[in-house]
């Protein structure tokens, strides 16, 4: 076993762990052959009897015992990290957990890492994210600033592929359990996956948008993932009505 694999077994509480060996079949009365009369020999020292060899007992950090709705930051972060549960880790070169303000009024979920978000170990770093920056920036918002930004599924797809159900239905417990923590007065979806991993039903952004959705008792609004923007110019006046609809919801909140 490699020491790398040994590490995140250990880091999973999964191992290493050795079992004692069956004790062997004792042998028939009848196969039991009696010693000869020969000479005496001369009595042999009998060796000090030694305890079967049992794994040590290692103290489990908190990320991998600590239920997950029990887990602080730090501990969900060391466990996004581990995990193994699905494909994407194969590839992956680091979980990107999220970024920002976590006390933040506004949460932003996108889709997944890209190739340049899985080599920095941040969302939205690419051209997607220089994108965002910019709708922040046109609400009077900034990226760590009261915004906290975070993804459907915490690993790359390959290929930036759109992540399958199973994958997003593996990392919804983390994003749940960052909402928890978050306790943001508004979620912003942007794109169709990170909208139905919140939602759990099947969505049309062109149907879903300008609309007030529940998360869990908290608002959220669905709009066009800033990849798509860069991609279908036109649609870039309706993201700009819904970033006004998203400044009017949060005026609301605010003023309750």
């Given at each position: 076993m490699s020491a790398e694999r040994e590490h995140i077994l250990r880091e999973m509480g999964l191992g290493p762990a050795w079992k004692l060996r069956a004790a062997p079949a004792p042998i028939p009365a009848d196969e039991v052959v009696a010693p000869s009369p020969t000479a005496a020999e001369p009595p042999r020292e009998i060796a000090p009897t030694i305890a079967p060899t049992i794994a040590p007992t290692i103290a489990p950090t908190v990320a991998t015992t600590a239920p997950l709705a029990a887990m602080g930051w730090d501990e969900l972060a060391a466990t996004v990290t581990a995990c193994r549960q699905c494909r994407l880790c194969e590839a992956r070169k680091q979980a990107v957990l999220g970024v920002g303000d976590r006390n933040a009024d506004w949460l932003f979920v996108g889709e997944g890492p890209g190739a340049e978000e899985d080599q920095r170990g941040e969302p939205f770093v690419g051209q997607a994210?220089?994108?965002?920056?910019?709708?922040?920036?046109?609400?009077?918002?900034?990226?760590?600033?009261?915004?906290?930004?975070?993804?459907?599924?915490?690993?790359?797809?390959?290929?930036?592929?759109?992540?399958?159900?199973?994958?997003?239905?593996?990392?919804?417990?983390?994003?749940?359990?960052?909402?928890?923590?978050?306790?943001?007065?508004?979620?912003?979806?942007?794109?169709?996956?990170?909208?139905?991993?919140?939602?759990?039903?099947?969505?049309?952004?062109?149907?879903?948008?300008?609309?007030?959705?529940?998360?869990?008792?908290?608002?959220?609004?669905?709009?066009?993932?800033?990849?798509?923007?860069?991609?279908?110019?036109?649609?870039?006046?309706?993201?700009?009505?819904?970033?006004?609809?998203?400044?009017?919801?949060?005026?609301?909140?605010?003023?309750?």
């Open positions: 994210g220089k994108l965002l920056d910019s709708m922040l920036a046109a609400i009077g918002l900034k990226r760590g600033n009261d915004v906290y930004i975070a993804n459907a599924v915490k690993c790359r797809p390959p290929e930036n592929r759109t992540p399958a159900p199973e994958e997003t239905a593996t990392c919804r417990p983390y994003l749940e359990r960052q909402i928890e923590l978050i306790q943001p007065r508004l979620i912003v979806a942007l794109g169709r996956p990170a909208a139905q991993t919140l939602l759990q039903s099947e969505v049309k952004i062109g149907a879903a948008r300008g609309k007030l959705h529940d998360y869990r008792g908290i608002p959220l609004i669905i709009t066009y993932h800033p990849a798509y923007l860069l991609r279908t110019l036109l649609d870039k006046a309706k993201a700009w009505e819904d970033l006004c609809f998203m400044r009017h919801t949060m005026q609301k909140q605010k003023d309750r």
